[in-house]
């Protein structure tokens, strides 16, 4: 159906056409004519823009229908039931929320796509969560960002000392709102923060991290992300607001603060504004508003990969599908700079032009490599620039080496474990030569239907992801035939005392454009891992292979005083987003299965954990000297039945906060 057909089916359907695609209403009339054009607004007129749309019961059975059918693919649902120690406080019943949610009464399209929003944010896990595109182009910014830093040797919360530096780089239209109302904001910078809204600063960070973070099942991991602190955003140094300074939506117009200016030693209390910041396409009114950001488009739905255009679009790109590990960190959308005296001073070695950003210490013998990503724009360069950067640390006589995974959303599966195997050396595997982990999939009977298909109608990786030629056999790390049937029979176990079925399991197969060492370019002994436990997805099985293969030590900063945390955040095993799997149905003719979820009717995206990885262990010792290497004679899976996610890694130590970009010391 042509978009704007496709746009008026939906306007009918949600029983507003005589509104949304009449003649523009005036802007009394229509909240969203109100802050056309504008790049900020007051949060109270993008929430009025956003809840000019009423509640309608077609469009809730049709984005509910997709996300119950998708979840049948989700690997850890069963685990949410009774999630195990330290992470029960995301236990909850997801079919009982959808059902929850199917019988709540809503009086507007917003309430309902709120629901469902903080629903699956509050699982906890960044690879599945609901995205609804029509509410999430609004963001709320404070222009304040508070921080977790050490003083006198005492952990406390404070206005970012740089909030001067980094809010000037939103630029005018944003500042002068602040002008406009006669707010001094810049008095606040480095202001030590007693409580907000009425509770101990940590307390609401908590709060925050409960009810808003999401992404990362651990909660300490969380409350590092209600704070701002440093990241990679593309190729360039960035800084995050923090969810406490960056929520998703503009419901709050103000945020208390109890605080003591620098300078001085008086309390006060004050209400700083929010600007929510528009991200979306330029609108002229509701009607254009709905059209741009709310109904469903080309993009939106899956495609049947099979098709003559569909292969020629793939015609000029990789030769396989690369399995891809990520959350979806909303505040990346505000991507600020971080202001140019917060950033390294140190010169860039060579192979610093993208995701990875790697210097020498004064010292001259410890190496730093932070990296801010395993989704680089290049695939194959990213594994050319590793190469690159630790070739220069060996020839400047760098014997140590620290990596900083701060803030590192994860990426692409095979990019964490080439960085594994590239500076632990191949010779470090032992007979379990593969540098990741043994995976599965959920092999419910849509799943089964889907490979059967597959191997019926000759597709192969090029197009899917569940073909088996994705994969390697676990009794021999070969790449699997196309026409292997991995789910056939398939395997079963009891979770929480709901029966799970899952495929057999399997290996990733990962092309490398680079030789491999043997021998690793630094002693392992002399590897660190440094970060704020902000270590989704690919970064946190990067972070856990290597502290059960090879005990690298870890450490973690920030956090709330006395609350563990976790070095990782959630480690998945790949993500399918809504176009992926519904491609993946397409594509094996089975859109018209009665398993099958309908296309949506309005822009967003369901995404989902569509595998999980499993924990191994060496049987008697993590690392050996490869001089001994002999004694690694066999790797053990120490518990068969639990996923990496839910396997509690502590660090080996805590570091001190420090707001300036830095590395941090061995502890």
Known sequence: M???????????????AHTVYAAPASTAADPCAKIAGALFAPPADALACMKSFPFNETLRQNVLTVISRVFDFYTFEDYYLDSPPPFQDSTTNIRAQLARINQTH?????????????????????????FPDCYTEFQNLLPTPVVTLEENGVQNVFVAPDAVELISLLGSNFTSFFDKIHFDW???????????????????????????????????????????????????????????????????NTLTMKLIPVNST?????????LASYL?????????????????????????????????????????????????????????GLPSQFEPTLPPVNGSEGVIKSFILPDRKTGVMFVGSFEPDDFFQFQTDVQTTVTAFQEAGVSQLLIDLTNNGGGFVCLGQFLHIFLTGSKSLGNFPNPGFQSTNRANPLAQKILASDIELGVTSEISFYTADNWAFLSNNTEMPPTANYMAPPSSRQINGQTYVESQRFLDVCPFNVDIPE????????????????????????????????????????????????????????????FDIDSEIKTANLKDDPLAPPDLLVSGDFRHNWRIGMIQYISSQRYVPHSHSHLLLAYSFFDEKVPIAYVSELPHCPCNPRYKLRVFPYC
């Open 519 to 578: 021998d690793p370019p630094f002693d392992p002994s002399k590897i660190a891992i440094v970060g704020n436990g902000n270590c989704a997805s690919t970064c946190a099985m990067f972070s856990t292979l290597m502290n059960e293969r090879h005990n690298t030590k870890i450490a973690v900063f920030g956090g709330k005083p006395g609350l563990p945390t976790q070095f990782k955040g959630m480690a998945g095993n790949q993500v399918l987003e809504w």
């Open 280 to 336: 979306g396409l330029p609108f002229t009114d509701r009607e254009d508003f709905w059209a741009i950001n709310c109904a469903a488009n080309d993009e939106t739905n899956g495609v049947d990969f099979k098709s003559s255009s569909q292969l020629a679009k793939l015609s000029d790109k990789r030769s396989k599908k690369l399995a891809k590990a990520s959350i979806v960190d909303v505040s990346a959308k505000n991507a600020v």
């Open 186 to 252: 810049k008095r606040l910078a480095g202001a030590k923060v007693l409580e907000i809204e009425g509770v101990d600063a940590y307390a609401y960070a908590q709060h925050i991290a409960e009810t808003q973070s999401g992404n990362y099942l651990d909660l300490g991991v969380r409350i590092n992300s209600a704070f701002s602190s440093y990241r990679i955003s593309g190729t360039d140094f960035s800084q995050r607001f923090g969810d406490i300074s960056g929520p998703q939506f503009p419901t709050q």
């Open 266 to 274: 008086k309390e006060e209390t004050v209400a700083v504004p929010f």
């Open 2 to 16: 042509p978009p704007p057909l496709y746009r008026l089916a939906v306007a009918v359907a949600i029983g507003v």
């Open 106 to 130: 809503y009086e507007t399209d917003f309430d309902f796509n709120k629901d469902v929003y903080d629903f699956t944010t509050q699982l906890n896990d960044g690879h599945t969560r609901w």
